[in-house]
């Protein structure tokens, strides 16, 4: 065999196993991708223990405060992109048939006051009051009723409704 034509087969074999190697060592890829989204829209929540709050029937002479033998526990959960806010409005004055005793001698003090509860005796009002409001979180807490008793008061027995709105915007 003639040298060249040796080196020519050598050169042909090494070309063969090197393209071998090659067609071993390639790959072939594909990617693709998966879109992920999460809606987070405002929440709000609000339990309220106790439904009736009674006030003894007692003398007035002190100071004339009554305060409610029953306390209301509070939860208020609340996501919001902005400040929320709890108002709590009277849908009448305390009422006994014709006569009323104005609602605004009934307030609620939160035993959480600070972060998200209002702190401070909060009188209630058929206009509403704010008597909570921040940002997102969970907040618990027990409003402590009170009373202003008057001796000027005609007898009945008095009822009155406070509505809640927590709003989470």
């Known amino acids: 065999m003639k040298p060249k034509t040796a080196i020519q087969i050598i050169l042909a ?11 071993q060592a390639s790959s072939a890829t594909a990617t693709g991708s ?3 989204t999460a809606e987070i829209a405002p929440l709000a929540e609000l339990t309220l223990g106790t439904g009736t709050v009674d006030f003894p029937n007692t003398t007035p ?4 405060t009554l305060t409610a ?9 609340v996501r919001t992109a902005g400040g929320a806010t709890l108002v709590a409005t009277a849908a009448t004055d305390l009422t006994s048939g ?12 939160i035993d959480a006051g600070g972060g998200f509860f209002a702190t401070g005796a909060q009188p209630m009002s058929k ?5 909570g409001g921040g940002t997102s979180g969970n907040y618990t807490g027990t409003w402590t009723w009170k009373f202003t008793n008057q001796w000027s008061y005609k007898t009945g027995n008095y009822s009155a409704t406070i509505n809640y709105l927590l709003t989470a915007p």
Do not use: E
Request: proline share 0%; hydrophobic share 50%.
């Open 13 to 23: 074999v090494a070309l063969v196993f090197m393209s071998a190697s090659f067609a």
């Open 69 to 77: 033998a029953v306390t209301t526990a509070v939860t208020a959960n």
């Open 34 to 36: 998966v879109s992920l």
């Open 98 to 109: 014709s006569d009323t005793i104005d609602i605004a001698n009934v307030s609620s003090t």
């Open 127 to 131: 206009s509403g009051v704010t008597v």
């Open 61 to 64: 002479t002190g100071n004339g």
